[in-house]
């Protein structure tokens, strides 16, 4: 493979300008939900810096400001964040009652711009869906999309990279790293829990061990047809669990289902899904085959979902309306 690698690189991301025009043009929360890895601290210092207005910056890790935001007193609150024109607040599940937070903020000092990022949105959304009804605007950060790279390399450098995005995948610091070791050791670091970390950590998940065996099931099932059923024999786990898991994980980010589509046709399959990776390179790590393509055999599915995804992310960014599902016949016709 060939590298086309640019020093201190920081990609362009679709939705950097419609986040600036909401924080510029309206008082909404802006919320930034996506995996973690995926460049969300990233863009949101991006779009504080094109803003160039004072900002309190806060993570949801810092005790000295999780006691205050969790806290409700509107008198704190104000003490906060008094002077500031922007409060960035990164990690924002990590915060008990955030939510209630936010829509005091909002409602009680309606000058300030509030920008928030998580990386389970089912920790988040949860917790603000209510509370924030008519006063947010959500966005969700994928790994890098292809059309993201077209602002930095022209279309042969793009080219001569798809092998190497469709073994390694998007993850932005997998773009700013150089040698196939340093890439496979990224991965690692990232898919040995540290993506799903919080599913583990706050959802208080029985069998942790069985997270990753579920994902390492679903990677070798790319492209075909995934049997519930089956999953929960391979793991010994009920289906109620297994259902929950794969839910977890879908809010995590870390894969995403197509459902299969009828029109109640005698001959259609109906009932089935298949499971995609949002990023190829979680997906090679878990089966352990960092190959190059000439030394697979799974090329194929390597390119499904590697299409998929980009054309989700396509959509998503658009801001297109869709639903996307899989056809298949009993006959083997498949789109």
């Known amino acids: 493979m060939t590298s086309y690698k640019k020093e201190d690189m920081l990609i362009p991301r679709n939705i950097t300008s419609s986040i600036i025009d909401d924080l510029s043009l309206t008082n909404k929360v802006v919320l930034i939900y996506g995996s973690r890895q995926s460049g969300k601290t990233t863009l949101s210092k991006l779009v504080i810096k094109k803003l160039d207005i004072k900002t309190l910056s806060v993570n949801g890790d810092q005790l000295k400001y999780v ?32 939510g209630i937070t936010l829509k005091i903020l909002h409602d009680e000092i309606p000058q300030l711009k509030i920008l928030v990022t998580g990386s389970s949105s089912f920790l988040l959304s949860g917790k603000i869906t209510e509370s924030l009804a008519g006063r947010k605007k959500t966005y969700t950060l994928f790994p890098i999309a292809i059309k993201e790279l077209s ?40 898919s040995s829990s540290f993506i799903y970390k919080d599913i583990i950590e706050l959802e208080h998940i029985k069998y942790p061990l069985k997270i990753r065996d ?38 995590a980010f870390v894969i ?22 949002y990023d190829n390179g979680i997906r090679n790590i878990l089966i352990n085959n960092l190959n190059l393509l000439p030394d697979r055999n799974d090329i194929g599915a390597l390119w499904e979902n590697f299409l998929i995804t980009e054309r989700l992310k396509k959509m998503y960014y658009e801001r297109t309306r869709f639903n996307s599902f899989f056809w298949r016949t009993y006959s083997g016709s498949e789109i």
Do not use: W
């Open 214 to 251: 579920l994902l390492r099931l679903l990677a070798f099932q790319i492209g075909s047809q995934v049997s519930i059923h089956e999953l929960c024999k391979q793991l010994a786990l009920n289906r109620e669990t297994v259902e929950r898991y794969l839910y977890l994980l879908e809010q």
């Open 151 to 190: 602002d930095l390399y022209n279309p042969f450098e793009i080219n001569a990279q798809l092998e190497e995005r469709l073994i390694y995948g998007q993850y932005p610091e997998i773009l700013n790293r150089t040698g196939y070791n340093e890439m496979e050791d990224y991965l690692e670091d990232i």
């Open 67 to 98: 006691d205050v935001l969790s806290s409700r007193d509107l008198s704190k609150l104000k003490a906060l964040v008094q002077g500031y024109d922007l409060l960035f607040i990164d990690e924002g599940q990590r915060i008990p009652n955030i």
């Open 256 to 277: 995403f289902r197509l459902p299969a589509y009828s029109k109640n046709l005698r001959k259609e399959i109906r009932k089935s899904q298949k499971f995609y990776f």
